[in-house]
């Protein structure tokens, strides 16, 4: 099963207290199609300027996507600018030039409408509604979102609170939407606008995952020494959760698929932060994958009260 993805597509530059880089592949489309694509096939709806490097889009390729969905219109790639300070937690944005971003218009090809699995990176929430009306009998839509949506369009993303399945967001951004300091309640808070499932993320921290009833998991992250550009690491969480959960279902999404799904989203943003942009991505292995999500579960496994 494939998962279909839509989201910003961009040239990031980014400083950290230790090197800066220029004109880096990013955007949220970027990190969830490239993430969910070491698990399912990928189709992937964004859009570029004609300034984009074609090398970007031979990467793409080369991770078996379907471009169909890739828009490249006159003008200059989206461009974002964010600096990290020494606690990596933190980060502030430089620079946004929307540029052919301003205009898009996430049209899918007919082919796309049929899309079962649905990730909806983070772009504004009128367009992730647009999106949505356009796929005829979706089975798990997933969305991310963030809190420049809430501080602008607060409708829109409360509209479409009620037609996804699951929603991923970070630890202030699940504060802000709900107006708690605990993110227990504010997650229980965010199920009743909509999602079933609800993952909060916590930066290098892990993440709560609240699923139906009293059903949830508390996932760690996995313990980095060195941690080179945090840009992405929640996209990529989110494509390795969708991308995983498209290939393990045929029938309906469970709780303890998405629990497995949360570890693989961790186990591959834990790689994409090792290096810049998506550098790391280039040269994971499923080897990888499946070595890290081993010692991620020794690490993290208690034993049973005797
Ligand atoms: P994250 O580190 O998960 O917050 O994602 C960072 C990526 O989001 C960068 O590659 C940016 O290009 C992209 N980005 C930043 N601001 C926006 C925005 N307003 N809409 C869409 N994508 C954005």
């Avoid at 993805?5 to 040239?11: E, R």
């Avoid at 200059?76 to 971003?101: C, I, P």
């Avoid at 959760?241 to 999404?253: D, P, R, S």
Wanted: proline share 4%; charged share 20%.
């Amino acid at each position: 099963m494939s998962v279909l993805v839509v989201g910003s597509i961009a040239l990031d530059t980014v400083k950290t207290p230790f090197e800066e880089h220029a004109d880096l592949l990013g955007g949220s489309a970027s990190y969830c199609a490239v993430a969910a694509s070491f698990f399912s096939p990928v189709k992937l709806v964004g859009v570029v300027g004609d300034d984009f490097p074609k090398q970007h889009v031979d990467f793409f390729r080369d991770r078996n996507m379907d471009l169909a969905g890739l828009q490249t219109v006159a003008g200059k790639t989206f461009r974002w600018s964010g600096e990290y300070m020494l606690d990596m937690n933190v980060r502030e944005t430089r620079s946004v030039e929307l540029n052919v971003f301003e205009h898009f218009n996430p049209v899918l090809p007919a082919e796309y409408t049929d899309s079962k699995f649905i990730l909806l990176g983070n772009i504004g929430p009128n367009l992730q509604n647009h999106v949505l009306d356009q796929v005829k009998a979706p089975q798990f839509i997933i969305a991310d979102t963030m809190d420049l949506w809430m501080n602008i369009a607060m409708d829109e993303l409360k509209r479409l609170l009620t037609r996804i399945d699951m929603l991923i967001l970070n630890d202030g951004e699940a504060r802000q939407l709900t107006q708690q300091t605990s993110l227990v309640k504010a997650g229980q808070q965010i199920q009743q606008m909509g999602p079933k499932y609800v993952a909060i993320k916590k930066g290098e921290h892990g993440c709560l995952l609240f699923g139906p009833g009293t059903r949830f998991f508390s996932c760690g992250a996995y313990p980095l020494e060195d941690v080179h550009d945090p840009t992405g690491a929640g996209d990529t969480f989110a494509g390795g959760v969708a991308g995983y959960l498209a290939n393990t279902n045929q029938g309906e999404v469970t709780f303890e698929d998405i629990r497995k799904a949360v570890v693989f989203g961790s186990v591959l943003a834990s790689y994409n932060v090792e290096q810049f942009s998506l550098e790391r991505m280039r040269t994971l292995t499923q080897q990888d994958i499946q070595d890290r999500y081993e010692s991620f579960r020794l690490f993290s496994q208690f034993e049973v009260l005797t």
